[in-house]
């Protein structure tokens, strides 16, 4: 093995909370499409929506930390499975809100939270310079990675896989 690999124990300690992080998450994803049938990216949209009466996708991804496309994609299938509906804002008509079905609000009254949430409230949490920093630092690890091509989807938005997987 190359002398590029560094002994120092941060480094374990960094990406131990890394591995962490990532086993809670998929974790979390995991039981719910075990018991309720949704990823856990579409069990964070359920939850948002739950927290206000109703969204624009623009709100929602802002309160999901997503980019707008991203969340989109997850909104669709919520749409489709009749969790979620579309309905025209009552103070501008132009503008479409999303609002949870009563079965999307039932399901989302029978989860206690996701990892998804409890990650952006411990990061939100931290100091301001903190959050700055542990941003620039993971950005740069993004960088040397060369991982910056991809657009980030949500934590554990694996329908696209599932599905090709299946029509394969």
């Known amino acids: 093995m190359g002398s590029h690999i560094s002994r120092d124990s941060s480094s ?11 086993q809670t998450l ?3 994803s995991r039981r719910a ?16 929506l739950a927290d206000a009466p109703a969204r624009s996708l623009n709100e929602l ?3 999901t930390f997503t980019h707008q496309s991203s969340v989109s ?6 749409v489709e499975q009749g969790l979620v509906s579309r309905q025209r804002s009552t103070t501008d008509r132009r503008q479409l809100e999303l ?4 079965r999307g609000r039932r399901l989302a009254a029978k989860t206690t939270g996701t990892a998804q949430g409890a990650l952006i409230a411990s990061i939100e949490k931290l100091p301001s310079r903190s959050r700055h920093t542990l941003a620039r630092l993971l950005g740069r ?23 090709a997987r299946r029509n394969v």
């Open 99 to 102: 609002v949870l079905t009563a």
């Open 33 to 48: 499409e075990q018991q309720l049938g949704i990823s856990g990216a579409q069990l964070f949209v359920l939850e948002q």
């Open 26 to 28: 998929r974790e979390s």
């Open 12 to 22: 374990r300690e960094a990406l131990d909370s890394l591995r962490r992080i990532v």
């Open 141 to 163: 690890v993004v960088n040397r990675m060369k991982a910056t091509e991809r657009k980030p989807r949500m934590f554990f938005d694996d329908h696209r896989r599932r599905s």
């Open 61 to 63: 991804a802002a309160g």
């Open 73 to 78: 994609t997850v909104v669709a299938r919520l």
